[in-house]
Structure formats: C-alpha cells, structure tokens
C-alpha cells in the first residue's frame, strides 16, 4: 500500500477527536510530501536538527512535533516553530524550553512524559516526581511554556493485557494531573503496534510511523 492508502485506511478507522501525528523520523522528504499531498499536515520526529532540516524546505503550515528526547542545548533550534513538544521529562528543560520560546516570543505548548513501561529505559516523570513538579513554585513562574497534557510509552510487548493496563495507569494520571493544569487537554498515548488499544483507553494523540511510511532501518 502507499504512504496515501496508509494515511486514509488509519484516518477512517480512528475517531475524530483524535489527531493523528505521522512520524516521519528518518524518512526522506519526498515520503513526507506525499503524505502531505494525502492532506497529514501534523508530522512527528525524534531529532532536532534532522526535523529543522525538513522544517526548512518543507511547507510552512505542517505542524511539526517533537517526540524524541530532548538535549537541552539544542531546544534553540525548533524554539521558533515547533508546535508540540511531547518528551518534556525534567524541570530544567522545562527552564530551557521556556527561556527559548521568550525569544521568540512564543508560548510553546509541552507535554509532560510520564514513564509508565516496565523497562527502566524509557524516560519520562514517574508519579511522585510529576506530584513535585506541580508543587514546585518554579513552574508557575514560566510563562512562555504551557503544559497541554501528557505522554507515555508503553512496554514493547506482544501482551496486551500489559499494554492496556499501563495505559489505563496513564489516563488515570492524566485525570488526576487536570486539576492542577487548567490546559490539560492532551493525552499523547499510541504508536503503530498499540494505537487502537490506546484509542480505546482514552488517547486523544496517537503517534504513528511505520504503519504509514513502512518499516524503518
Ligand atoms: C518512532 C516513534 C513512534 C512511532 O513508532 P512506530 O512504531 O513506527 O509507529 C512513536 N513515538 C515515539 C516516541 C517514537 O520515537
């Protein structure tokens, strides 16, 4: 199937209120263009500079998100156009997010990662650490980030009763986190191998790759 069959078979068989961000991640521009042509105008990638170098040549109404983890040194580099950071993990690149979007003049909107998989590998806030984050007055201070909502990666694993249980972990958080964050609107949950079971547990982003643009090296 092609990039464009890929993009209209996962577009009908997701509900409306989700938003579909097609992870373009080491895929050449011509895969994007076609996906654009299809209509996708929400892209995601894992790497600064690789997404400022698509940002650059590509159309400017594609919103463009960062889903990887982020090194604080370049934050600067997408500070004036990306449209969603989802791997905010630490207070300090909060800090670093916040001082790069005053810059600019922007307000940049940033979900916070929540680690919610078995694997010690996966980054993200565990849920004491997101307890302190909330309460730390440092955070009110940072006027030119907003905290829109939350991501998690699940395990990688064929058990899906696994899968399902962390992401029901992540929407009871993301419940639990709204009365502290007025904007919270966005649960960022889902990629190509779990997004209908993330659907289903209360994803509103899903984060989809391979199952649009094929497999990756
Ligand atoms: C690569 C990546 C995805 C997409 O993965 P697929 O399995 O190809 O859909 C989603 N989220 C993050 C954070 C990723 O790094």
Same mark, same amino acid.
């Given at each position: 199937?092609?990039?464009?069959?890929?993009?209209?078979?996962?577009?009908?068989?997701?509900?409306?209120?989700?938003?579909?961000?097609?992870?373009?991640?080491?895929?050449?521009?011509?895969? &994007?263009?076609? /996906?654009?042509?299809?209509?996708?105008?929400? =892209?995601? *990638? %894992?790497?600064?500079? $690789?997404?400022? #170098?698509?940002?650059?040549?590509?159309?400017?109404?594609?919103?463009?998100?960062?889903?990887?983890?982020?090194?604080?040194?370049?934050?600067?580099?997408?500070?004036?156009?990306?449209?969603?950071?989802?791997?905010?993990?630490?207070?300090?690149?909060?800090?670093?997010?916040?001082?790069?979007?005053?810059?600019?003049?922007?307000?940049?909107?940033?979900?916070?990662? &929540?680690?919610? /998989?078995?694997?010690?590998?996966?980054?993200? =806030?565990? *849920? %004491?650490?997101?307890? $302190?984050?909330? #309460?730390?007055?440092?955070?009110?201070?940072?006027?030119?980030?907003?905290?829109?909502?939350?991501?998690?990666?699940?395990?990688?694993?064929?058990?899906?009763?696994?899968?399902?249980?962390?992401?029901?972990?992540?929407?009871?958080?993301?419940?639990?986190?709204?009365?502290?964050?007025?904007?919270?609107?966005?649960?960022?949950?889902?990629?190509?191998?779990?997004?209908?079971?993330?659907?289903?547990?209360?994803?509103?982003?899903?984060?989809?790759?391979?199952?649009?643009?094929?497999?990756?090296?």
């Amino acid at each position: 199937m092609s990039i464009k069959d890929n993009l209209k078979a996962i577009k009908e068989s997701i509900p409306s209120h989700v938003t579909l961000v097609a992870v373009s991640k080491t895929k050449p521009i011509a895969d &994007i263009e076609e /996906a654009y042509a299809a209509g996708q105008r929400v =892209f995601g *990638e %894992n790497k600064i500079q $690789e997404m400022t #170098a698509k940002q650059e040549v590509l159309p400017k109404d594609i919103e463009w998100h960062m889903i990887g983890h982020i090194q604080r040194n370049k934050v600067k580099y997408m500070a004036e156009y990306v449209a969603l950071i989802h791997g905010v993990d630490s207070l300090k690149l909060l800090k670093e997010i916040n001082k790069q979007a005053k810059k600019h003049n922007r307000v940049i909107p940033c979900l916070l990662q &929540i680690h919610i /998989a078995e694997e010690d590998t996966k980054f993200g =806030f565990d *849920e %004491n650490e997101l307890s $302190e984050l909330i #309460a730390s007055s440092d955070i009110k201070q940072l006027t030119n980030i907003k905290i829109v909502g939350l991501m998690g990666m699940a395990t990688f694993t064929d058990n899906n009763q696994q899968i399902r249980k962390e992401f029901k972990q992540l929407k009871s958080l993301f419940e639990k986190t709204k009365s502290s964050f007025p904007d919270l609107s966005q649960l960022s949950m889902g990629m190509s191998g779990d997004y209908k079971i993330a659907i289903e547990e209360g994803s509103t982003m899903i984060r989809v790759g391979s199952s649009i643009f094929g497999s990756r090296n």
